[in-house]
């Protein structure tokens, strides 16, 4: 079954800092990979696509690669700032005939970003 | 804009008990998800609805069914609850595309 995996637990940076996040998935590749921002007990809010045959999308201070041979995604908040504090997911899309596409999630991994 | 409504936003209830959570999906968006958060852990794809036909079912105990109604708003059923089900359910609904717009979740608790 696809499994996929979010580096470490907690990510602690300086505020300023680039925080970089990894996601790498295992067995199928997916046709697009989406990030999600997470709040304590709120659901989560899409922040960027990418698809398998695109390398890099940017959004605002937001970075997200997309590398098909490595099966993996990073993804870059620049100039990070305390307000971006968060769980961060990544999520795959599970491939089936149905019409919807659900999405598999990541263990996210929670970004803290200090003054 | 408007989001996604999930009602009610916190629920109690005993063991074998049974519960009924809503969702009302953003206008013009023709499917609905569902979501099983349990504390610390990622979000587990339930359930989906496509013009109010069931898409699409995962790691959904027998116990729950869900239905999505002609104006589109969806309930997922829950009964003969455990203690095991006390977590966040998220709605999400989608313009048939593949970005998913989260609902704020409904929190339930079984004691």
């Known amino acids: 079954s696809q499994k996929i995996e979010q580096n470490s637990e907690a990510l602690n940076i300086q505020e300023g800092k680039t925080a970089t996040l990894t996601c790498n998935y295992t067995n199928y590749s997916p046709a697009y990979l989406q990030w999600y921002r997470q709040d304590p007990g709120r659901g989560p809010v899409f922040l960027l696509l990418?698809?398998?045959?695109?390398k890099e999308k940017r959004k605002e201070r937001l970075k997200v690669t997309f590398d098909t041979t490595l099966k993996q995604s990073l993804f870059h908040i620049t100039a990070s700032q305390p307000a971006d504090s968060a769980t961060y997911l990544c999520a795959l899309d599970l491939p089936d005939r149905s019409n919807t596409d659900k999405l598999i999630f990541g263990t996210g991994t929670r970004l803290q970003v200090f003054p | 804009a408007a989001g996604v409504i999930q009602s009610p936003r916190h629920l109690i209830k005993e063991k074998r008990e049974t519960a009924t959570l809503k969702c009302y999906p953003i206008p013009r968006h023709d499917t609905v998800y569902w979501y099983q958060q349990g504390p610390g852990q990622d979000p587990q794809f339930l359930i989906s609805?496509?013009?109010?036909?069931?898409?699409d079912k995962g790691s959904i105990p027998d116990r729950f069914s869900a239905q999505q109604f002609s104006d589109y708003h969806s309930e997922l059923n829950m009964s003969s609850l455990e203690l095991g089900d006390s977590a966040l359910y998220f709605c999400a609904s989608s313009p048939h595309s593949n970005t998913q717009y989260f609902g704020p979740g409904t929190r339930l608790t079984v004691l």
């Open positions: 609805f496509y013009e109010k036909m069931q898409s």
């Open positions: 990418i698809r398998e045959n695109e």
